[in-house]
Structure formats: structure tokens, C-alpha cells
């Protein structure tokens, strides 16, 4: 069983910048590449990035680009989510999420929510103005 756990959501200010964490359970996790997505109240769950298995390979949404860094060190089991330059419309609660499903190509990484099998449960992070 694949176990996700998020941290280092928080309240910051806008232009601040935070750095989640994500810790994975089992000895498969460099086998697999794995996203960020995030969701705020009464919308849907939407892509944030994605990584792939050896780091080579990392793609963002439009409204993150230039903003958010995603990264994974594979020896110690963990994907992260560098955000800087927040902006109020970064609240959300955000998850990670691991997938097998990605054969090169910048149009064909997952970013859809049924492309990924596991789930962490989310950290909430919040951007006041």
C-alpha cells in the first residue's frame, strides 16, 4: 500500500513563498513520476506540475510558470513544491499524486486527475493580500 503525506502548507502573505513536501511510503517511488495538484473551495481539483521518474522531465501549469519549482530527491523517498512569488489565488488546498502514466513528450504528461492512483490528503495553503 502507497501511503502520500503532504506538509508545509501555511498562511503567508502575498509575494511570500513556501515549500511543500511530500513523503512517500514503499520502495517504488522512483519508479513512478509524480504531480502536484491543488483545489480551492467550490472549485475543482486542477494540475499544478509534474515531474517524472529521474527529474528529467518537468512540466507546470500557465498560471504557476515562472513561480513554482517542482523537484524529488528519490533517496529519501519525497517530491517537492517550491512556491514563491504567492498570490492570493494560490489558496487552495494542494496534493500530490503519483502516476505511471507518462512516455515522453511534452503533450502527453498527465495532468488530468484520473491519470493518477495515489492520493495524499492535502495541505492547506493560504495567501492573504
Known amino acids: 500500500q502507497v501511503q502520500l503525506v503532504e506538509s508545509g502548507g501555511g498562511l503567508v502573505q502575498a509575494g511570500g513563498s513556501l515549500r511543500l513536501s511530500c513523503a512517500a511510503s514503499g520502495r517504488t517511488f522512483s519508479s513512478y513520476h509524480m504531480g502536484w495538484f491543488r483545489q480551492a473551495p467550490g472549485k475543482e481539483r486542477e494540475f499544478v506540475a509534474f515531474?517524472?521518474?529521474?527529474?528529467?522531465?518537468?512540466f507546470y501549469a500557465d498560471s504557476v510558470k515562472g513561480r513554482f519549482t517542482i523537484s524529488r530527491d528519490n533517496a529519501k523517498n519525497t517530491v517537492y513544491l517550491q512556491m514563491n512569488s504567492l498570490k492570493p489565488e494560490d489558496t487552495a488546498v494542494y496534493y500530490c499524486?503519483?502516476?505511471?502514466?507518462?512516455?515522453?513528450?511534452?503533450?502527453?504528461?498527465?495532468?488530468?486527475?484520473?491519470?493518477?492512483?495515489?492520493w495524499g490528503q492535502g495541505t492547506q495553503v493560504t495567501v492573504s493580500s
Open positions: 515531474i517524472n521518474w529521474n527529474s528529467a522531465s518537468t
Open positions: 499524486a503519483r502516476t505511471a502514466l507518462f512516455f515522453g513528450g511534452s503533450a502527453n504528461y498527465p495532468r488530468r486527475v484520473d491519470e493518477y492512483d495515489y
